[in-house]
């Protein structure tokens, strides 16, 4: 039987699409009734455009949450449904200069924050802040750069502190930084790459994305339970070796839940405002939760529950998905 094939747009040579890798390898989709076909794209932007112009090219994005919030604030319909992977990034200072930041992050004001444009580490970084008191136009200087710059720019000075993805912070003992902390340490279970679709596509495919979803669920109950064989498929397919790949998927605090974590998209939003980051003058007022479903993963989460009785691993996730998504599920 020719199953019904789900075109699912990723950054293919990235760890961050480790689970939707592992759902295809494994054949996971097939048995849930998908043909997943995978396919490379370079820029969040031409995915997205792609999906709100129906250029017939993918069905769902599981990258990149900024674009997507961008995009949502310039009128696109597009919905949040899922996602890939939370936390991932750290916080790095000069020699010497960490332990006042550990201790209380009130002593970043009046200091300069660098950051890559985009990238989720650093806007958690300044959402935590904003939920403290501070004033993100006053009490903190924000300059961006290339993960180059970033980690450059604080050996160098130029920045008091600096966020980048926590692959990037594996410098020698030559560079003059060093680790302050890995950013979801004050900014816990924050958000980057999320699966996403247009409205229209959601609701025409609805069954279809379902199973996707089902898929990457049991792929993240095979990465819980078979650290080895995952860390040698994960090698295989990035290009990375063995070592590297355990420590960024299983050393470091990054998370492959795919749970929508609904409760973290809205303070997510609410920054790219703060920091000016929308094109549209109406952004702002954008409820930005009535792009966001969860009842879709809940459905297939419940099903595998009612297929494999008592499993932990799932029972686990029920759990988080009652924690992570309470602002919408009450």
């Known amino acids: 039987e020719e199953l019904p094939v789900i075109r699912y747009g990723a950054f293919l040579d990235m760890l961050k699409s480790s689970l939707i890798y592992i759902a295809v390898t494994n054949g996971y989709d097939i048995e849930e009734g998908v043909d997943v076909e995978l396919v490379n794209v370079s820029k969040s932007a031409e995915a997205l455009t792609s999906l709100i112009t129906e250029k017939d090219e993918i069905d769902m994005w ?93 050996s160098k000075g130029e920045g008091d502190v600096g966020c980048l993805p926590i692959e990037y912070t594996y410098f020698g003992d030559d560079v003059n930084a060093e680790v302050v902390f890995q950013t979801g340490e004050v900014a816990e279970n924050y958000i980057c790459c999320r699966m996403t679709t247009t409205r229209k596509i959601l609701d025409e495919r609805r069954e279809d994305l379902k199973n996707v979803v089902k898929a990457e669920i049991r792929a993240y109950k095979f990465m819980q339970e078979n650290k080895a064989e995952t860390v040698k498929l994960l090698a295989e397919y990035s290009g990375q070796d063995e070592a590297y790949v355990e420590q960024n998927v299983y050393n470091v605090r990054i998370s492959f839940v795919p749970d929508p974590y609904a ?68």
Request: aromatic residues 8%.
């Open 263 to 330: 409760n973290a998209v809205g303070p997510f939003y609410n920054v790219l405002g703060l920091l000016d980051m929308f094109e549209s003058a109406d952004a702002t007022g954008v409820d930005v939760m009535d792009h966001v479903d969860v009842s879709l993963y809940k459905d297939a989460l419940d099903e595998l529950m009612e297929e494999y009785p008592g499993d932990a691993c799932y029972e686990q996730l029920l759990e988080i998905f009652n924690r992570q998504n309470s602002v919408v599920i009450g």
């Open 62 to 154: 599981g990258m990149q949450i900024m674009p997507t919030c961008t995009f949502i604030g310039n009128g696109a319909d597009l919905v949040i449904f899922g996602g890939n992977v939370a936390e991932g990034g750290a916080m790095i200072s000069a020699k010497g200069q960490a332990q006042q930041y550990r201790d209380d992050l009130n002593n970043l004001k009046g200091k300069t924050i660098l950051g890559i444009r985009g990238e989720t580490g650093v806007l958690a970084l300044i959402a935590k802040l904003v939920e403290m008191g501070f004033d993100v136009n006053k009490d903190i200087t924000i300059k961006w750069a290339d993960a180059p710059g970033v980690l450059e720019g604080v």
